[in-house]
């Protein structure tokens, strides 16, 4: 222990795993970090060093895992090719087969902060990871044309996008079928649905036609309609 | 090409496509009485018209086995009026395509890989729709594959869309519902057995390696290993569909050969196999550059029982018909005459279906039959316009194996018709049984 001093003998991954193990086992939260750290040979400081809380490490499972998901979803040749639709559904796709591999300790944090879809607090680190990728996607589809630019609500388009997320992790933790087969086709629809909207549709040229009509009310007049 | 944007999602959705459908059909009937007011004339083609393609609009959105029924109602040209059945017809061939990740994303469950490291090369656009799934081309060595993607979810879907589409078939075939269960469970049994990849490759193997000695007829390599319950991979066959193969006015022997080996393919299955591709849409063959006809697809297969092969074969082959009381017997076991039938209804329903029958067997009569002659297929459009109308033919009759077996004789009839072409019916016989019914139960009261 003598040269344990700046250089802790613990990584944050170690830390991260020794308390998904321990959650999982016990099906609750450690007594303390005192009592966590002692078990896993460190000191209270050395936990410290990377996490506030317990809570924190909670979340940053949830903010590794979606960071991982942009990753690798970016290293795929076809990605360049992709549009913003697509971008975003291989996002989903990508980020679910991620959260399958820690699925018991998702759910677990899922379930433990039950006011679920109001306030996600365990999510608050991802929130932010996952609305940088998704402001970068819709930019593009907004310079290709792709999206329809909308003065009030295209800043809104990642907030339905955000909407989308917590459905879909939700959709997915209640999911019994096969391999999830129902939380892919919840995520071609729901993101195909987000897009179409986002898109210029019947409802844009409804709102100009209205705005052209109101500016040319005089003309109306004179015409006696 | 045109990326499908939405799937309707939910039940609630695909029910609310069939509703407005509903309503649509509803509205052309309107529209069709009021004009008809001022118009004495307007016959219903017209409306049939209005109505098909309504129909078929609101069933390429829905896709997967709502497609999948569009294109049997398609093949039963025989019970339907003309104008749907052009209109279905469209839906043999291309429907709107999935997504890319989606695609990717089956392969990396199926593999743990995508599609670009699973292949050399793969195109994320498919080039067909294959109904329940859609086609991508690929290349891994020196070979050039076709990689079928089912749709996720599909299995799931089709008893509910089965379940929507009997008020619709209700409606299209003026049948019953409550008749129409034991079919429609038929039906359901196909289709379930369609999405399972994994059971078409085992069958798809099974039935080329059968059916190898066929004169003309080829088959693609399928690759088991690159396959999953989700993708298929089989080399890829060049050659034309029958509608394009049509237009590069091919010669008469040409005709005939592609006919021939058509028609071999079907009764040797038919006859010898007792087992056959029940799907016999033109989407499932190509013409080859060498002029064979390729085999693409062994989703449908329909196994035909003894109680169903022997009543039915020997009135075809056996001259039964000849004999009113044997036909009788036959007309029975194949459940075309119920218990409870009094004196009257049998003799009607003898003289009906002895009509339909006859007609199925026409081209068995003679050594050759030219299926380029109208009239043949002229007399089944008049026979089924006519059953269509009958009060007595508001409930369907028949044991449930003459769904997929009629679908696929007179789907084959219809192609040879398309084809123009002349073939030698005389190819394949039933396997001889000592127990037809021309030696027994000649006894069995009236």
């Known amino acids: 222990m003598a040269k344990a001093t700046n250089k802790p003998l613990i990584t944050p991954e170690q830390i991260r795993d020794a308390y998904i193990d321990y959650v999982l086992t016990n099906n609750e939260p450690p007594k303390s970090v005192y009592d966590f750290a002692k078990k896993l040979g460190i000191t209270e400081a050395d936990f410290y060093n990377y996490f506030a809380s317990f809570i924190a490490i909670e979340k940053s499972v949830w903010a590794i895992l979606t960071i991982e998901a942009v990753e690798k979803i970016k290293e795929q040749e076809i990605w360049a090719q992709y549009s913003s639709r697509e971008k975003i559904l291989s996002f989903f796709y990508s980020y679910i087969e991620l959260l399958k591999t820690k699925r018991s300790f998702i759910i677990y944090t899922l379930k433990k902060h039950e006011k679920r879809l109001s306030a996600p607090a365990i999510l608050s680190d991802a929130k932010p990871i996952f609305e940088n990728f998704a402001e970068d996607v819709i930019q593009d589809g907004l310079d290709s044309g792709e999206l329809a630019q909308r003065k009030f609500f295209t800043k809104r388009y990642k907030d339905g996008l955000w909407m989308q997320f917590l459905f879909i992790i939700n959709f997915w933790a209640e999911d019994d079928s096969n391999d999830f087969e129902k939380t892919d086709e919840a995520i071609e629809k729901g993101i195909n649905v987000a897009f179409d909207l986002f898109q210029r549709s019947p409802i844009d040229n409804l709102f100009e036609y209205g705005k052209f009509l109101a500016r040319n009310g005089k003309l109306r007049e004179k015409m006696g309609i | ?446």
């Open chain 2, 1 to 446: 090409m045109k990326i499908q944007e939405s799937m309707p999602a939910t039940k609630v959705e695909r029910s609310a496509k069939f509703v407005k459908t509903g309503f649509q059909i509803g509205g052309n009937y309107i529209k069709h009485y009021s004009k008809k007011l001022f118009n004495p004339d307007l016959s219903r083609d017209e409306l049939n018209e209005n109505n098909a393609s309504d129909i078929y609009n609101s069933l390429s959105e829905l896709k997967g086995s709502a497609l999948k029924i569009a294109q049997m109602l398609s093949m039963d040209r025989n019970m339907l009026p003309k104008a749907y059945v052009n209109k279905f017809s469209q839906s043999q061939y291309n429907a709107p395509p999935l997504s890319g990740p989606l695609i990717t994303r089956t392969f990396v469950k199926s593999f743990g890989k995508s599609p670009e490291k699973l292949f050399d090369s793969f195109n994320p656009v498919s080039t067909n729709a294959a109904s329940i799934g859609q086609v991508h081309q690929a290349t891994l060595g020196d070979k050039k594959l076709a990689v079928k993607v089912q749709y996720p979810g599909v299995a799931a879907s089709i008893s509910s869309d089965l379940k929507m589409v009997k008020p619709f078939a209700f409606r299209l075939l003026g049948i019953n519902e409550k008749e129409l269960n034991v079919y429609i469970k038929e039906v359901e049994e196909r289709l379930l057995e369609e999405t399972d990849y994994k059971l078409e490759v085992r069958r798809s193997i099974e039935f080329s390696k059968a059916c190898s000695k066929l004169k003309n007829t080829v088959f693609p390599t399928y690759y088991p290993e690159l396959s999953s319950d989700k993708i298929i991979t089989m080399d890829w066959m060049e050659g034309l569909h029958l509608k394009e193969f049509l237009a590069t006015d091919p010669s008469q022997a040409l005709r005939n050969k592609i006919g021939q080996a058509l028609w071999d393919f079907y009764n040797f299955q038919q006859y010898e196999l007792k087992a056959v591709h029940a799907d016999p849409h033109p989407g499932n063959f190509l013409i080859t550059p060498d002029e064979k006809l390729a085999i693409i697809d062994f989703g449908c297969i329909k196994e035909i029982p003894e109680d169903f092969y022997n009543p039915f074969f020997d009135l075809i082959w056996q001259d039964l018909m000849k004999d009113k009381q044997a036909t009788i017997d036959a007309f029975r076991k194949l459940g075309l005459l119920q218990q409870n039938d009094n004196a009257k209804q049998i003799a009607f329903y003898y003289k009906s279906y002895k009509e339909m029958i006859s007609l199925f067997a026409l081209p068995y009569a003679g050594k050759a039959f030219d299926f380029s002659k109208p009239d043949f297929f002229e007399n089944i459009y008049a026979w089924s316009d006519k059953i269509t109308k009958l009060p007595e033919f508001k409930q369907p009759r028949g044991v449930k194996h003459f769904i997929y077996i009629n679908r696929t004789n007179f789907g084959l009839y219809m192609i040879l018709n398309d084809l123009q072409a002349t073939v030698n019916t005389q190819s394949f016989r039933p396997v001889s049984k000592n127990n037809s019914i021309a030696n027994t139960k000649r006894s069995h009261a009236l």
